[in-house]
């Protein structure tokens, strides 16, 4: 296996525990991937993409074995916009929470891992377009 293979597979292993509870450090493996193969993007935004979603998708599904939530101001916020406030499931701090609450109040996999990865793969798609310009 070649050091940009591997490369390739620590950035889809530390995007994928970067989306769960543990921390991570996907935006570090994933500028220094790009510093050292910048023809590498393309495979570089795929693979950190569909490892992030992954994780978050492990978070919703582990939000989805808890019990039924009890009514409060987040989960009626949660509840009343959807699936969609998945987009959001990228930002440091919150976007773990809204995973777990979206599995927690039973929204839909299908729309759930949609907006997870569209979202995932909009920030990204903007930290590739960053370090290209500034590496």
């Known amino acids: 296996m070649t050091l940009s293979l591997m490369a390739l597979a620590g950035l889809f292993a530390s995007s994928f525990v970067s989306a769960t509870i543990l921390p991570g450090n996907s935006e570090v493996a994933l500028v220094a991937l790009l510093h050292q193969w910048p023809a590498l993007w393309p495979w570089a935004w795929l693979l950190a993409t569909i490892g992030n979603t992954m994780g978050g998708m492990t978070t919703w599904w582990l939000g989805r ?71």
Request: glycine share 8%; hydrophobic share 55%.
């Open 65 to 135: 074995r808890a019990p039924t939530p009890k009514a409060s101001k987040t989960v009626e916020w949660l509840d009343q916009h959807g699936a969609p406030v998945l987009l959001l499931s990228w930002v440091p701090l919150i976007g773990d929470g809204l995973c777990l609450a979206a599995g927690w109040l039973r929204l839909p996999f299908w729309a759930s891992l949609l907006w997870m990865a569209l979202g995932k793969a909009a920030r990204y798609g903007a930290l590739i377009v960053i370090a290209r310009n500034l590496l």
